[in-house]
């Protein structure tokens, strides 16, 4: 589902020295051998300083828990942690505000089988195992059924698209659609997995045995190649392969990729013979730096990229208690968890997987029980390209504001204008 080196500066200091005055009665024709001594160390050019380069972190330091930034949007997934329990909801935290968004199945026997959100958050999709079992854990039942929804309002509003037989889910977003997965078992105990686009083609693995990192929010797909080492791009292009550690049984699991699957956290789990897991920071293909696993048995479960240098995690403490949402800095490996927001809501659940996030600054629809246009002008005469209900979280367009209106991004990337009568900082 960026390092930098730090750079340092040398100061130089220049000796100074200083002879009597040429009225002096105190001057010679011949210079002391004490000021001879002190011309000579004068002229000696001093030498050249090499600079001490600052040892690059190789270990994820962490960090008191901080307030949640305001203008930081993070969506989770919520739910038990480490059961059998299927999603229950999602929260959207905006600073300390929470919000649930995909609100709790009231209808038994049903529950979310997947949900994935596009970066940003504002456009995603959800399936609903809306009848039988559609797999989890055990076998998918003969009369399985799936009702697809989609979202184009960071998750306030969803709106059912389809409904199939049998288990599927979302397992990836692409430029043509959502990529869904369908698993079928046959009588040995063996099953098999295949993948297309919503209202669209098949989609092909790029190599005979190649599996989809599902989960992933790059419209680029990644697949993991049969021999667990190597990671394809849709066109077979190389985008990572690891050396196998001399044991021969270390896995691999993408932690989180950028969109255009240039760099990538990867997570290496030992083997057989034990231990905890480190971390792999990818750059083109190239391992920039190995990090080791973070203090008091933490883990990091999935990620999503916020900026060039910060992750939004989700942590799981090592010592039975419930995940944390953290910001991750990949520069100086410092893991900062953050409270008085859905990452730390007992409430909602131990389970808190990082869905998305965004940077703000951000307004919020606030029209109870109504929507508010977007236009296309700052003006009430101007078309409307939609109408949001309350809840709804814009970006705001710093660079241009107009008396009365505010200039936003629609939560589906589309710019406009909103009033700000109805809106709230």
């Known amino acids: 589902m960026r390092p930098l080196l730090l750079g340092f500066a040398l100061a130089c200091a220049l000796a100074a020295c200083g002879g009597s005055s040429k009225g002096s009665p105190s001057a010679t024709a011949s210079a002391s051998p004490t000021a001879s001594a002190t011309a000579s160390e004068a002229e000696t050019p001093t030498p050249a300083q090499t600079p001490t380069a600052t040892p690059v972190p190789t270990t994820w330091d962490l960090l008191p828990a901080v307030d949640a930034p305001k203008h930081l949007a993070i969506w989770v997934e919520q739910g038990c942690w480490g059961c059998d329990g299927p999603t229950t909801h999602v929260e959207r935290s905006l600073g300390a505000a929470v919000a649930t968004l995909l609100q709790r199945l009231e209808k038994e026997n049903t529950y979310y089988s997947s949900i994935l959100l596009v970066p940003g958050g504002g456009i995603g999709h959800a399936t609903i195992c809306s009848r039988g079992y559609c797999g989890g854990v055990g076998q ?14 960071g998750g306030v509003t969803w709106q059912a698209l389809a409904t199939e037989d049998g288990a599927v889910r979302v397992a990836g977003s692409s430029a043509l659609g959502p990529v869904l997965a369908r698993t079928t078992f046959d009588g040995a105990g063996g099953h098999t997995t295949t993948y297309r686009i919503l209202n669209g083609p098949e989609v092909k693995p790029p190599a005979a045995g190649a599996v989809l990192v599902e989960d992933q929010q790059a419209p680029l797909l990644l697949w993991r190649a049969s021999d667990g080492l190597t990671f394809l791009r849709s066109d077979n292009v190389v985008v990572f392969r690891a050396d196998r550690p001399t044991s021969g049984t270390a896995s691999y699991r993408v932690l989180a990729t950028t969109p255009d699957l240039k760099r990538l956290l990867v997570a290496e789990y030992p083997g057989s013979g034990g231990g905890r897991a480190k971390y792999l920071l990818v750059r083109d293909g190239v ?7 973070p203090p008091d048995g933490m883990q990091i479960i999935v990620a999503v990229w916020l900026d060039d240098r910060t992750l939004v995690a989700t942590v799981g403490p090592g010592n039975g208690d419930p995940n944390v949402v953290a910001l991750l800095d990949l520069e100086s490996l ?6 008085g927001n859905a990452a730390l809501n007992p409430a909602g659940g131990a389970r808190r997987l990082v869905l998305a996030a965004a940077k703000g600054p951000f307004v919020t629809v606030a029209t109870p029980g109504d929507c508010l246009n977007v236009r296309e002008t700052p003006a009430a005469s101007a078309a409307s390209y939609g109408c949001f209900k ?9 660079a241009a504001a107009s008396e009365g209106w505010v200039a936003v991004t629609a939560p589906d990337g589309r710019p406009g204008w909103v009033s700000a009568q109805f809106v709230t900082r």
């Open 140 to 153: 998918i039942s003969p009369d399985a059924q799936t009702t697809l929804l989609r979202t184009t309002d």
């Open 287 to 293: 391992v920039e730096r190995t990090i080791a696993t």
């Open 334 to 339: 410092r893991i900062t968890p953050l409270k």
């Open 390 to 398: 309350d809840g709804v979280i814009f970006a705001v367009r710093v």
